[in-house]
């Protein structure tokens, strides 16, 4: 089965910057949507951002303007550069992506990774 594994979490000062990684692996046949989720304490989760195969983008209102998202198709890897970084921000961010394995369709978390912004 495709995983994914995320990794750039960490401790940052508010207006600093951070850039996470996702690699999704396994048997891959292609890959659709790849995106960043974020769950902070006590809060519901909510979209951060998407990207299509297409290069098409989505991202939340809370974050637009501040981070990009990019993807790398022949890394099968999707990036999220955080820019203007807020204590808000503080959350744990899980990559996702869907598409095709080899198995059949599939839809995939990672593990989360924490990013805390301090005030």
């Known amino acids: 089965q495709v995983q994914l594994v995320e990794s750039g979490g960490g401790l940052v000062q508010a207006g600093g910057s951070l850039r996470l990684s996702c690699a999704a692996s396994g048997s891959i046949v292609s890959i659709n949507t790849m995106g960043w989720h974020r769950q902070a304490p006590g809060k519901q989760r909510e979209l951060v951002a998407t990207?299509?195969?297409?290069?098409?983008?989505n991202y939340a209102d809370s974050v637009r303007g501040r981070f990009a998202i990019s993807r790398d198709n022949a890394k099968n890897t999707v990036y999220l550069q955080m820019n203007s970084l807020k204590p808000e921000d503080t959350a744990v961010y899980y990559c996702?992506?869907?598409?095709?394995?080899?198995?059949?369709?599939?839809?995939?978390w990672g593990q989360g990774t924490q990013v805390t912004v301090s005030s």
């Open positions: 996702k992506a869907d598409g095709w394995e080899t198995g059949g369709l599939f839809y995939r």
């Open positions: 990207v299509t195969s297409g290069g098409r983008t």
